[in-house]
């Protein structure tokens, strides 16, 4: 695949996080030989008036299925826009990917929890391992009432506990469990939690339209990912990449939707 050069991108971010410690871009090494690749894309906001969330959606699934040897993919929050009437239609869209998909519960994913299992045959707290070594935690942050919250911690901690002896975890969360933006809560449990557990390489976020950098916190790495949808935020409709190599090694890189530009990207 044609790697092109890194470009540095500045945030839509408020002024008072302008001073906060982002990292916008760095050097990044690709592994040789990958044996691992997801995508996770976020705030599509499905049926958002006076937006086209047909076509954002489907260049979305166009950008993806360009891109090479994809394992699988989340959808890290806000599926759809408030309505619940959209959560069976937006799952029409994801079931044209021709690779596997996870869903992970946005403040906008407003429907009870039966009924989110009841469509996605998924719980909102969920997990999941992939190739023996790796493993996945996927955390609801909301409610039908579209809240803040913070994660469930405890099953968290089961989760990482059962995963401890893996290589390499990720976790998805939509809203950051820190107030370290503008939409962020401060979950300072849950991210002692994160940092206690070594093979935890990245939490992946979503839900700050305008915010698609790095953060670090007790040297564990938290991702944005922009978005692709709604009507607010970057300019660029965007997703991204992680990649695991056989070495072990673990690069995440945000593409655009458009062009498939690599716009910024961070080793693990």
């Known amino acids: 695949m044609q790697r092109r050069p890194f470009l540095y991108k500045i945030s839509l971010i408020s002024s008072s996080l ?3 410690p982002f990292i916008s871009f760095g050097k990044a090494d690709f592994p040789k030989a990958t044996r691992l690749k997801f995508i996770t894309a976020s705030d599509g906001h499905f049926g958002q008036p006076d937006t086209d969330y047909q076509t954002s959606h489907r260049n979305l699934i166009e950008a993806i299925h360009r891109e090479e040897n994809v394992d699988f993919v989340v959808f890290n929050g806000d599926l759809i826009h408030d309505e619940p009437k959209w959560m069976p ?3 029409k ?3 044209t990917l ?3 998909y996870y869903v992970c519960k946005g403040n906008h994913d407003r429907i009870s929890e039966n ?4 469509i996605w045959n998924q719980p909102a707290d969920f997990a999941f391992t992939k190739k023996d070594n790796y493993g996945f935690l996927l955390l609801n942050c909301s409610n039908e009432a579209g809240d803040y919250l913070c994660a469930n ?3 968290a901690r089961a989760i990482l ?3 401890s002896k893996l290589s390499h975890v990720f976790l998805f969360v939509h809203i950051s469990q820190n107030d370290w933006t503008r939409h962020g809560v401060a979950c300072e449990d849950l991210l002692k939690l994160i940092a206690s557990y070594p093979n ?4 992946f976020h979503g839900h700050d339209h305008d915010v698609d950098g790095i953060m670090i916190n007790r040297k564990k790495s938290y991702l944005w990912s922009g978005h692709f949808g709604g009507s607010w935020g970057n300019p660029f409709p965007s997703y991204r990449v992680c990649e695991v190599g056989e070495d072990g090694k673990t690069i995440t890189y945000l593409k655009s939707v458009i062009d498939g530009m690599i716009l910024n990207g961070h080793n693990l």
Do not use: H
């Open 200 to 203: 935890v390489k990245a939490s």
């Open 153 to 155: 911690i405890d099953f």
């Open 161 to 163: 506990d059962e995963y």
């Open 89 to 91: 239609e937006v799952r």
């Open 18 to 20: 302008m001073s906060m």
């Open 115 to 118: 009924s989110w299992l009841q």
């Open 98 to 100: 021709q690779v596997p």
């Open 93 to 95: 869209v994801y079931d």
